[in-house]
């Protein structure tokens, strides 16, 4: 099952950005950063509806609004396309220092041509797909070529978007005016895969045509049929999601142990296995007697990628399992009416001078709390005897009593 969560980081202009990390169920095989339309958001239907197919492919795509755009903090009238490249360079920054870098930059309409121009900036990208981009960032300005000549006179002007009011400067057109993608296109130096539709009325054919001239190879180009410009059918969305899914396995998720899978660790009835995978910094496979595979790993807090439990959460759950089931045992055998147990642990450390019964007294203790709540018609007797059974759980009584621990080197 894919899940999808918010986070947010600074843009180029210092505002916040809103954006939504679309992970796969397991391990990424890659993750990609996604670059949305012009004057669309990180919700568009293209947007979610292929990043969505895309983590059922194992990659976990990140995208984000632009500043004054979406839910991002800032003003859409003081941003121009050398801001959207910086905000695509300060996410990729963000994912290299809180996730992994990104290894596919994806960009639909105005953010495919700003991928382009950030790729030379995100050096561990290693594959750059477009879909509907023009050649030329002045692309755009047909949108509001009724308010030019406003804009040019009084230095700003309203215009309407698809559908809502946004303010134009002068400086925006200055800026659009001055980009030359043709260089950054040329020295690429990556994968690159073009998508277009021949039917597309906001974005010609033709700038297909000349992205592709001005790349060099590997490069591909996918007919969009009769797809528009939005890829407001589904099928198409998932469409383009399959073929980048497929062709990216030559340029990203077949490089290396990171884009691989975690293969579960040979197991004996009765061992534990525990190995890592590779990806990222801390996370290791873990083969229970052959038969279950989980993940451990650290949060991202910690350095790592929280793709699994961590050390003591692994400790934690040893004993609220065990507690529980010691629980149900008792009472079913005393036909005791329980209908449910529940245990919420939580571990921390405290200062050895703080605990009344503990013999220590200097430095510092593990905790661990252990709070039970028991469903069922109970007796206060009945629940007294309960919280004394749970004391009777074997991984209870190994925590307090003398472990021999034997490290050996194999």
């Not at 300060?90 to 700003?114: E, F, I, N, T, V």
């Not at 750059?128 to 406003?150: C, K, N, Q, Y």
């Not at 991202?300 to 065990?322: R, V």
Request: proline fraction near 5%.
């Amino acid at each position: 099952m894919t899940t999808s969560e918010k986070i947010s980081f600074p843009g180029a202009l210092g505002e916040t950005l809103a954006a939504r990390l679309d992970r796969p169920d397991g391990p990424p095989r890659a993750y990609a950063l996604w670059a949305h339309c012009f004057s669309c958001t990180k919700d568009v239907f293209a947007a979610s509806r292929v990043a969505r197919a895309l983590t059922e492919s194992g990659i976990a795509v990140l995208r984000f609004d632009f500043t004054g755009l979406g839910a991002s903090e800032g003003d859409f009238a003081n941003t121009n396309f050398s801001s959207n490249v910086g905000d695509l360079i300060a996410a990729a920054d963000y994912m290299r220092a809180h996730l992994q870098a990104p290894a596919m930059l994806l960009g639909h309409s105005l953010g495919g041509a700003a991928v382009l121009a950030a790729a030379a900036n995100v050096p561990e990208a290693k594959a750059v797909i477009t879909i509907g981009a023009p050649a030329d960032p002045a692309h755009v300005a047909h949108h509001f070529r009724d308010s030019l000549e406003e804009i040019e006179a009084n230095g700003e002007a309203e215009v309407l978007l698809v559908g809502r009011p946004f303010r134009v400067k002068r400086q925006f057109l200055d800026d659009i005016q001055a980009q030359k993608l043709e260089q950054a296109i040329g020295g690429l130096g990556r994968a690159l895969l073009i998508f277009h539709s021949p039917v597309d009325a906001i974005v010609g054919i033709e700038n297909a045509a000349a992205i592709y001239r001005a790349a060099r190879h590997p490069k591909s180009f996918v007919s969009l049929d009769d797809a528009d410009h939005l890829l407001s059918k589904k099928e198409d969305a998932e469409y383009v999601a399959g073929v980048i899914a497929a062709w990216a396995k030559r340029y990203v998720c077949l490089d290396g142990a990171a884009a691989k899978p975690p293969v579960a660790p040979d197991a004996a009835p009765g061992t534990v296995v525990v190995e890592e995978t590779g990806e990222g910094k801390f996370q290791n496979a873990v083969s229970v007697g052959g038969r279950h595979l989980l993940l451990a790993d650290e949060p991202e807090a910690m350095g790592g990628t929280d793709t699994g439990p961590g050390p003591y959460d692994f400790l934690l759950t040893a004993l609220g399992a065990c507690t529980a089931m010691t629980v149900r045992m008792y009472a079913e055998m005393k036909d005791i009416p329980l209908t449910k147990v529940r245990v919420i642990l939580r571990h921390d450390k405290i200062h050895a001078e703080d605990c009344q019964t503990c013999e220590t007294k200097k430095g510092k203790l593990d905790r661990i709390v252990r709070d039970l709540h028991f469903e069922g018609d109970l007796s206060d007797e009945q629940k007294t005897r309960l919280m004394e059974i749970a004391d009777k759980c074997p991984v209870h009584r190994t925590l307090h009593s003398e472990i021999v621990e034997e490290s050996r080197l194999v």
